[in-house]
């Protein structure tokens, strides 16, 4: 398995819990995002990690919305407190610096 | 902010028709462009891109060229196939490479 993985594939949760979603990126990637493809937005950045410089938050729609990449590598998106709002499929991507993106199959995350 | 806006779908063909999927931004600077795919039941993956203006992009038979003065990358093939029904997205990438999306077109090709 070399390509980017993610953790669980589909999560369904009620209202108000506090979900995490895991993404693995390909070993040596320096960088990585995390983007939300849902059916009224279509897919919109959220987060992305570059090295060890301080993240680019600028896309995380509200405070309850944060992430934490370990290591430079296993990175963790946690949404507290959800919202039905925050249905969606959670993709993450990595590369080389600024290079090519390569995305995994995504979270499916429903909150009922 | 950067933006793109591609043509309203859904696209339903006859194979082996010509396929155009139209494709504009709006950017600051020199973006990069692509053209990402989404199959049924599979994840994205890039299908082409260009670097800079007056680039092609090529691959499996699709084609698309970077057209600064009319801020466009359309996505054509000469003859699409059954397979070909996916889910097209355009992007654009800023200097720190975070993408920007178009809505998506859905292209479903018939025998």
């Known amino acids: 398995g070399a390509g980017v993985s993610q953790s669980p594939s589909n999560k369904v949760t009620e209202k108000g819990k506090d979900v995490e979603l895991r993404c693995d990126p390909i070993s040596g990637h320096t960088a990585l995002y995390w983007y939300r493809q849902s059916l009224g937005q279509g897919l919109e950045f959220l987060i992305y990690?570059?090295?060890?410089?301080?993240?680019?938050k600028s896309g995380l729609p509200s405070d309850r919305f944060s992430a934490e990449r370990t290591g430079g590598s296993v990175s963790t998106l946690t949404i507290q407190r959800t919202q039905q709002e925050d249905s969606a499929v959670y993709l993450c991507?990595?590369?080389?610096?600024?290079?090519?993106?390569?995305f995994g199959d995504g979270t499916r995350l429903s909150i009922l | 902010g950067n933006s793109v806006t591609q043509m309203e779908g859904p696209v339903t063909l006859s194979e082996e028709a010509f396929l155009t999927i139209n494709c504009t931004y709006t950017a600051t600077g020199y973006p990069s462009l692509f053209w990402y795919v989404q199959y049924p039941g599979e994840g994205l993956q890039l299908l082409l891109k260009?670097?800079?203006?007056?680039d092609k992009g090529s691959n499996k038979g699709f084609e698309a060229t970077y057209r600064k003065e009319t801020t466009s990358f359309h996505l054509e093939k000469g003859s699409v196939q059954v397979s070909d029904s996916a889910v097209y997205f355009c992007a654009l990438s800023d200097l720190w490479g975070k993408l920007t999306f178009g809505q998506g077109t859905i292209l479903t090709v018939h025998p």
């Open positions: 990690f570059q090295g060890n410089s301080a993240p680019d």
């Open positions: 260009a670097t800079k203006a007056d």
């Open positions: 991507a990595s590369s080389l610096l600024t290079g090519t993106q390569h």
